[in-house]
């Protein structure tokens, strides 16, 4: 059974910083793409970050770019996204999300894992 449990959403002031993690488990998370993707209120589900198995390649939604880092440890089945110079428009509830393969592909129907999702919120 595969799992993926995020951590690491709160409460920030805007300018502030926050690292997620999303630690995965039941799938072999070395040859698994990964990402994260958000979903504000009264919004879709939209594209953030996503990471290649081996981390060599990731992609950035341009509302992120330069703010954001995604990287991952696979000795640790781990997935973290650093988050700087937050804003309020990045409040939302942060889902971690595995593909079935090792590219990563920004679409969100190319991911077939969801965690439960963390929440963020940016005050102004």
């Known amino acids: 059974q595969v799992q993926l449990v995020e951590s690491g959403g709160r409460l920030v002031q805007a300018g502030g910083s926050l690292r997620l993690s999303c630690t995965a488990s039941?799938?072999?998370?070395?040859?698994?793409?990964m990402g994260w993707f958000r979903q504000a209120p009264g919004k879709e589900r939209e594209f953030v970050s996503v990471?290649?198995?081996?981390?060599?390649?990731?992609h950035y939604a341009g509302s992120v770019q330069g703010r954001f880092n995604i990287f991952r440890v696979n000795a640790k089945n781990t997935m973290y996204l650093q988050m700087n110079s937050l804003k309020p428009e990045d409040t939302a509830v942060y889902y971690c999300?595995?593909?079935?393969?090792?590219?990563?592909?920004?679409?969100?129907?190319?991911?077939?894992?969801w965690g439960q999702g963390t929440q963020v919120t940016v005050s102004s």
């Open positions: 999300a595995a593909s079935k393969g090792w590219y990563a592909y920004r679409q969100i129907s190319e991911y077939v894992y």
């Open positions: 039941g799938l072999p998370f070395s040859t698994t793409a």
């Open positions: 990471i290649s198995n081996g981390g060599g390649t990731s």
